[in-house]
């Protein structure tokens, strides 16, 4: 393939924003081209079947700006059709799951980890199966958190009191399993990091987007101009709050505009 110079970056939303600022974070050079899509966000409440359909559309939509590689920045679309995308498609495609579990077996001590996710992505069970081939003595416990995407979506604050008490509700399915460590298995959470951390002061929240960051060199070959990265910005439905939460939490790539595609073409 060459150098990588062209890079495709998709998710239901705006979850994957946080994958796109640690990959332009710690790599440049990069013309990265970012679809969200807000039109049928979120993905993690429907069918493995209709998952992979609207991911096969997501993946032809990038292909039509010429992208050289693409990036799921989807929990629930890594864990549930990634292998279909990579055999309908001639191009690389990676998901967030490998450098996830990487990440969190590194930084537990006890091998006893988390992982947060959406209904779908909780109960494919990739992230375990992921875990036990790479530690067969790690312990894992999945727990459902379909109300973040929701809420992250909506603009709710993460200090917002309702945010607050979503997130008490389900991290106290943690209580007595003894986790160190807890992967966010969907792309959104990041930004509720502080909010988690909060929650539990003494776990480490592993940022799938950052393990899979620092990763993207032993893949591909990348520019090594040192210039900056250039994004262009996609959705499926118009969404006034996309560039306003952009420009909140995106510190490594700026945020001007944003397009909107009939994603129904592809």
């Known amino acids: 393939m060459g150098t990588l110079k062209r890079l495709g970056v998709f998710d239901s939303g705006l979850g994957g924003l946080t994958v796109l600022n640690e990959v332009c974070k710690y790599n440049s050079g990069l013309d990265v081209v970012y679809f969200g899509d807000t039109a049928r966000v979120p993905y993690g409440s429907r069918t493995v079947e209709t998952i992979t359909r609207y991911a096969e559309q997501d993946v032809r939509f990038l292909l039509s700006q010429g992208v050289q590689a693409i990036l799921i920045a989807c929990g629930t679309v890594s864990t549930n059709c990634l292998p279909a ?91 007595g399993t003894g986790v160190d460590t807890v992967i966010m298995g969907c792309t959104h959470y990041p930004f509720l990091a502080n909010t988690l951390e909060r929650h539990m002061p003494d776990v480490t929240f592993v940022n799938v987007g950052k393990a899979l960051s620092f990763g993207l060199r032993q893949d591909f070959d990348l520019p090594e101009s040192g210039a900056p990265n250039q994004v262009s910005y996609f959705v499926s439905d118009e969404d006034t709050g996309f560039l306003d939460i952009a420009r909140r939490y995106l510190d490594a790539v700026s945020a001007d505009n944003v397009q909107k595609v009939n994603i129904d073409q592809f």
């Open 85 to 175: 995308l990579q055999k309908s498609f001639s191009l690389p495609i990676v998901g967030v799951i490998d450098a996830g579990c990487q990440a969190a077996l590194q930084a537990s001590r006890t091998k006893r980890i988390g992982v947060i996710g959406t209904r779908a992505t909780v109960n494919s069970h990739a992230y375990e199966r992921r875990i036990r081939e790479l530690c067969p003595e790690a312990k894992t416990w999945g727990v459902e958190c379909p109300l973040f995407v929701p809420l992250i979506e909506n603009g709710f604050a993460p200090d917002d009191p309702i945010t607050e008490m979503t997130v008490e509700r389900y991290l106290s399915a943690f209580q």
